[in-house]
């Protein structure tokens, strides 16, 4: 099915409205998005842990962007935070299952969050990858496929 991106963020922010407590959430789209080929509720449930993590390993009053660009055949979804931020020894294993980092194991949770996104992201042709954000806290950036006609496009 084609996906609408800013449809699956509107979803998404509106899931996380209630705990996102006192974060600002800024979104910034291009003037033309593509429709991308997937599974509309597997996207957003990529968003969703995503952004809850930023919400999550954030303070307070902080502030989330929430990016999509498009670029040669993909569309790049990138969350960045200010945030606890992740250490150069974390790197990639933030995203095996059940990895959590040390400096963010007073905040619950499982671990399985950016597994189950890998998993989706991959099953879509895409790829998620981790970065520091230059000032403070993390970028994790969603890469998915384009692979539709022209026809598809829509002017927002
Ligand atoms: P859950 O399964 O409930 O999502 P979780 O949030 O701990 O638990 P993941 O979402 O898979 O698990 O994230 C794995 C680990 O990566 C986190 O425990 C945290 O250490 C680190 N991490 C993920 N996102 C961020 C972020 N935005 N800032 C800092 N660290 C992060
Ligand atoms: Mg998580």
């Known amino acids: 099915r084609w996906c609408d991106v800013e449809d699956i963020i509107g979803v998404v922010l509106k899931q996380v409205k209630d705990y996102q407590q006192h974060r600002k959430i800024r979104v910034r789209l291009p003037e033309q998005m593509p429709l ?3 599974d509309e509720v597997l996207l957003e449930q990529v968003l969703v842990n995503v952004v ?7 303070p307070d009053f902080s502030e989330i962007i929430i990016e999509a660009q498009v670029g040669g055949a993909t569309v790049s979804l990138s969350v960045a935070d200010a945030g606890i931020g992740l250490e150069e020894t974390d790197g990639e294993r933030i995203f095996d299952k059940f990895y959590r980092a040390d400096q963010t194991k007073h905040v619950p949770g499982t671990g399985l969050g ?5 998993g989706i992201v991959e099953l879509h042709g895409g790829t998620i990858s981790a970065k520091p954000n230059p000032e403070r806290g993390t970028i994790i950036t969603i890469s998915l496929p384009l ?3 022209e026809e598809d496009w829509k002017t927002i």
Request: proline fraction near 0%.
């Open 36 to 38: 991308i080929l997937g």
């Open 52 to 58: 809850s993590n930023s919400i999550k390993y954030s």
């Open 114 to 118: 950016l597994a189950i996104c890998k």
């Open 147 to 149: 692979n539709e006609a």
